[in-house]
């Protein structure tokens, strides 16, 4: 697709239940993160992936919070053991090249998926 | 803790005028900036990107920065209703990895 894509749009989860949100990133791209953004905050850094290896998973606010991109294009993050405070949108993006030579390149967000834990 | 501080506003400005939009930082070690609007309710989009000390120009924007003072901005000219929205500073970290260390944004108002 022309864009990144998130899935679901919206989630809803029983405190306790388990999660998993979907991100496919722009083809190509060799660089995907994932951000959480809380209710009137700016987007915080959860992971990033440089194709298949996890590089920096210094965001992740548990070790509930699980993160993979086994083929080096879709990304999933799961949320295990959910608790009311993981409420928040998790933004994807995603950028054509990796560390370094990839330092100016901009990051392309998906449209983000909204998940509330009651 | 590297931070971003930008103003939260809202900042209000009367549709035609320029709107100007601060964001400092922490983090010495940075060398990409970027703007990012955002819609409520929407993904952020980016506007502009900024890597050497000075100004750029795209269009109605002008994004400016100064890495001595670790200061950067962004102006829009003859503002419209359609811009307002929440424009989040975004510098990279300066670290391995190319993550984005985002403020919390300045709610822009433009009235018509």
């Known amino acids: 697709g022309a864009g990144v894509s998130q899935s679901p749009r919206y989630k809803v989860a029983k405190r306790g239940q388990d999660v998993a949100l979907r991100c496919d990133p722009i083809?190509?791209?060799?660089?995907l993160f994932w951000y959480q953004q809380a209710l009137g905050q700016g987007p915080e850094f959860l992971t990033y992936f440089q194709n298949e290896a996890q590089l920096d998973k210094s965001g992740l606010p548990s070790d509930r919070f699980f993160a993979e991109r086994p083929e080096g294009s879709v990304s999933t993050l799961k949320i295990q053991r959910t608790q009311q405070e993981d409420s928040a949108v998790y933004l994807c993006?995603?950028?054509?090249?990796?560390?370094?030579?990839?330092?100016?390149?901009?990051?392309?967000f998906g449209d983000g998926t909204r998940l509330s834990i009651l | 803790q590297k931070e971003v501080e930008q103003n939260s506003g809202p900042l209000s400005v009367p549709e035609g005028a320029i709107a100007s939009l601060n964001c400092t930082y922490s983090d010495r070690v940075s060398q990409s900036f970027f703007w990012y609007r955002q819609y409520s309710g929407k993904s952020p989009e980016l506007i502009m990107s900024i890597y050497s000390n000075g100004d750029k120009e795209d269009g109605r924007f002008t994004a400016q920065l100064n890495k001595a003072s670790q200061y950067v901005s962004l102006l829009i000219r003859d503002s419209q209703p359609s811009d307002s929205a929440t424009y989040l500073c975004?510098?990279?970290?300066?670290?391995?990895?190319?993550?984005?260390?985002f403020g919390t944004g300045t709610l822009l108002a433009v009235q018509p």
């Open positions: 975004a510098p990279r970290d300066g670290g391995a990895t190319n993550k984005l260390i």
């Open positions: 993006a995603s950028s054509l090249l990796g560390t370094g030579i990839g330092s100016n390149q901009p990051q392309h």
């Open positions: 083809s190509g791209h060799v660089s």
